[in-house]
């Protein structure tokens, strides 16, 4: 597989991860606000628990249905083309770097734990999507997908 298709490729997954997570955040944050309690329990910085449990708790609702914008524009743009594409992935890089930092459950039983359980999953997005910043990308992200679906038997290339 070439450099630039597994990039697409690549590009083809965590675009959707916004595209199609906002509306879990808009439906928690009018609906099941109180699951976002636990979040602050777990942050590495005691400034981010205090930001957590003095602003944003207090108006989560408003929050989270910034936070489903935030994923829609932030998916838009994974899926457009050129350097749009790049800020859309450094948007999605430092969200996920503020995940790492807040942790995202109910603390865990051990360090280890907390790491491979609440912070391993961010990281690895990170690590997933930094080479995509290498790179150029002419073509927006559905017109390459279907060009993977007009080419013959045979599988990408």
Do not use: C
């Not at 509306?23 to 928690?28: C, D, F, G, S, V």
């Not at 910043?133 to 013959?152: E, H, N, Q």
Request: charge should be positive; hydrophobic fraction near 55%.
């Amino acid at each position: 597989m070439r450099s630039t298709t597994a990039k697409e490729l690549i590009r083809s997954v965590v675009a959707p991860w916004y595209l199609l997570g906002w509306p879990i955040h808009l439906y928690l944050g009018v609906f099941n606000p109180a699951i976002y309690q636990p979040f602050g329990q777990t942050a590495l910085i005691p400034a981010l628990q205090g930001l957590w449990y003095e602003i944003v708790l207090p108006n989560i609702t408003a929050f989270a249905l910034l936070l489903a914008l935030f994923e829609v524009v932030v998916g838009i743009l994974l899926i457009s083309k050129g350097q749009w594409v790049k800020v859309g992935l450094a948007l999605s890089i430092s969200f996920n770097i503020f995940l790492v930092l807040l942790g995202l459950s109910s603390p865990a039983e051990d360090s280890m734990s907390d790491f491979l359980m609440i912070r391993l999953p961010n990281v690895l997005f990170i690590v997933v999507q930094v080479p995509l910043f290498v790179g150029s990308y002419p073509s927006w992200l559905p017109a390459v997908v279907r060009g993977w679906l007009k080419r013959p038997a045979g599988g990408i290339s």
